[in-house]
Nanobody, 127 residues
Framework: QVEVVESGGGSVQTGGSLNLSCTAS????????MAWFRQAPGKEREGVSC???????YFYDSVKGRFTISRDNAKNTVYLQMTDLKPEDTATYYC?????????????????????WGQGTQVTVSS
């Protein structure tokens, strides 16, 4: 049984930082493109950052230079470090095991193709 579990959300003020973690079990983690998506109320789910099994990374334009993605295959864990947070970053953030050996950019642009989703963690940035 596959499980994807996020942790680390919370509330910060503009300019603050948060670190999200996601652990996936029950699948060959090292073969999967791991992804962070987010969804704000009334908006579509969007790919924030993805890290492929072969090492390619993708970042949504609005988070480039502020967010960092990393993964530790030995721990089956992917991380999202978020700095200089803005109110528009407020959303529920979802971790996903997107696909096996898919490049980062297409994985992040295709939430409908995601294999396994986490339950989501709320990030709130106040001005």
């Amino acid at each position: 049984q596959v499980e994807v579990v996020e942790s680390g959300g919370g509330s910060v003020q503009t300019g603050g930082s948060l670190n999200l973690s996601c652990t996936a079990s029950g699948l060959p983690f090292e073969h999967y493109t791991m992804a962070w998506f987010r969804q704000a109320p009334g908006k579509e789910r969007e790919g924030v950052s993805c890290f492929s099994a072969t090492g390619t990374k993708y970042f949504y334009d609005s988070v480039k230079g502020r967010f960092t993605i990393s993964r530790d295959n030995a721990k089956n864990t992917v991380y999202l470090q978020m700095t200089d947070l803005k109110p528009e970053d407020t959303a529920t953030y979802y971790c996903a095991a997107a696909a096996r050996y898919r490049a980062a950019a297409p994985a992040c642009r295709s939430p409908s193709d995601v294999r396994y989703w986490g339950q989501g963690t709320q990030v709130t940035v106040s001005s």
